[in-house]
Nanobody, 119 residues
Framework: QVQLVESGGGLVQAGGSLKLSCAAS????????MGWFRQAPGKEREFVAS????????NHAESVKGRFTISRDNAKNTVYLQMNSLKPEDTAVYYC????????????WGQGTQVTVSS
């Protein structure tokens, strides 16, 4: 069992930046692909970004491409999401996920961290 804990969310003005972190409880997470998803009020959860187990391959949703960057540090069992040029429509609860088939089918999920972007 792998536990994921997100941190770094908060309130920021439009145009600002935040960096989310997702710490895993076990080193086995270094064998997994990991992803970030988000869910805004009244909307379905959507894919934001993913990174393969080695960090050599990343993918970002079109809506965040050029503004968000996913990265990982396997020595720290941690994945990050650097978010720049934030927009009010980025407001959501952001979730970290992991699994060998993530982001298609993620097995482990964090509890989420709230990101609120004010206009």
């Amino acid at each position: 069992q792998v536990q994921l804990v997100e941190s770094g969310g908060g309130l920021v003005q439009a145009g600002g930046s935040l960096k989310l972190s997702c710490a895993a409880s076990r080193r086995t997470v270094s064998n997994y692909n990991m992803g970030w998803f988000r869910q805004a009020p009244g909307k379905e959860r959507e894919f934001v970004a993913s990174i393969n187990w080695s960090g050599g391959s990343t993918n970002h949703a079109e809506s965040v491409k050029g503004r968000f960057t996913i990265s990982r540090d396997n020595a720290k069992n941690t994945v990050y999401l650097q978010m720049n040029s934030l927009k009010p429509e980025d407001t959501a609860v952001y979730y970290c996920a992991a699994g060998s088939r993530c982001p298609t089918a993620c097995v482990y999920w964090g509890q989420g961290t709230q990101v609120t972007v004010s206009s």
